[in-house]
């Protein structure tokens, strides 16, 4: 990572505190491909900050979550959560089981089915979070 930007603004906006240990956390997920475990951001945030501990990535987490600033996906068969900042165009995931790898559809599929349930229900939806699991082409290969 090359330099910590301050997002001074971004925070005031999600009206949560600038703090260094959030600014650190939101750049790695913003320079991130794909999701990452908190294991993961544990690791790059030490590079930038030694005194950082995994418990405060997760608060750190937890408060993005709260906010709308990052999405979870919960990796069911081994109970791994791996967290991505949420886009304005959400992305929907194939998680493979055995090397936990996330594979972006492309494409939002739920679009008419929400319209409809809308209809049906009278229920206001505001957001969702699709993840199907199974075994990518590597995996499948070496069952």
């Known amino acids: 990572m090359e330099k910590l930007t301050d997002?001074?603004?971004?925070?005031?906006?999600y009206g949560i505190k600038n703090t260094k240990q959030r600014n650190i956390i939101l750049e790695i997920l913003k320079q991130a491909k794909d999701p990452l475990t908190a294991e993961q951001i544990f690791l790059e945030s030490k590079k930038l900050d030694d005194s950082i501990s995994l418990s405060t990535i997760y608060r750190v987490l937890n408060t993005f979550i709260s906010k709308g600033i990052v999405v979870k996906l919960t990796i069911v068969k081994e109970n791994i959560s791996m967290y991505e900042l949420n886009h304005t165009d959400h992305e929907h995931y194939l998680v493979c089981m055995k090397c936990n790898k996330a594979i972006d559809i492309g494409?939002?599929?739920?679009g008419v089915?929400?319209?409809?349930?809308?209809?049906?229900?009278?229920?206001?939806?505001?957001g969702h979070k699709l993840e199907m699991y199974g075994y990518c082409p590597e995996c499948k290969k070496k069952k």
């Open 7 to 13: 997002n001074k603004e971004f925070f005031k906006r």
């Open 107 to 110: 494409h939002c599929p739920l």
């Open 113 to 126: 089915y929400e319209s409809s349930l809308e209809d049906a229900t009278e229920f206001e939806i505001v």
